[in-house]
Nanobody, 120 residues
Framework: QVHLVESGGGLVQAGGSLRLSCAASGSIFSVNAMGWYRQAPGKQRELVATINSRLSAYYADSVKGRFTISRDNAKNTVYLQMNSLKPEDTAVYFC??????????????WGQGTQVTVSS
């Protein structure tokens, strides 16, 4: 089995910063893309940022220039540095990883979610 454990959410004032972490553990052959999604109340889950194993990153337009995604391949961990936070960034943030448990078995795994609340 594979588990994703997130940490780093919390309450912050507008303009502040938070750093989210997500560590994958368990029966892992390789970790491919990793990323962060978020879901605000009453809204659909949306992509925030992704990063592949070659460290190539993609960002949603709404977070470009404010958020930075990174990963430590040796630790199977992905990070999301969030700066200049806005109230509209308030959401539950989910980590997602595409993980191979064997050379032929690849699946998507999700973390449990961590709440980020930005006060105005």
């Amino acid at each position: 089995q594979v588990h994703l454990v997130e940490s780093g959410g919390g309450l912050v004032q507008a303009g502040g910063s938070l750093r989210l972490s997500c560590a994958a553990s368990g029966s892992i052959f390789s970790v491919n893309a990793m990323g962060w999604y978020r879901q605000a109340p009453g809204k659909q889950r949306e992509l925030v940022a992704t990063i592949n194993s070659r460290l190539s990153a993609y960002y949603a337009d709404s977070v470009k220039g404010r958020f930075t995604i990174s990963r430590d391949n040796a630790k199977n961990t992905v990070y999301l540095q969030m700066n200049s936070l806005k109230p509209e960034d308030t959401a539950v943030y989910f980590c997602k990883a595409v993980i191979a448990e064997t050379w032929s078995s690849v699946s998507d795994y999700w973390g449990q979610g961590t709440q980020v609340t930005v006060s105005s």
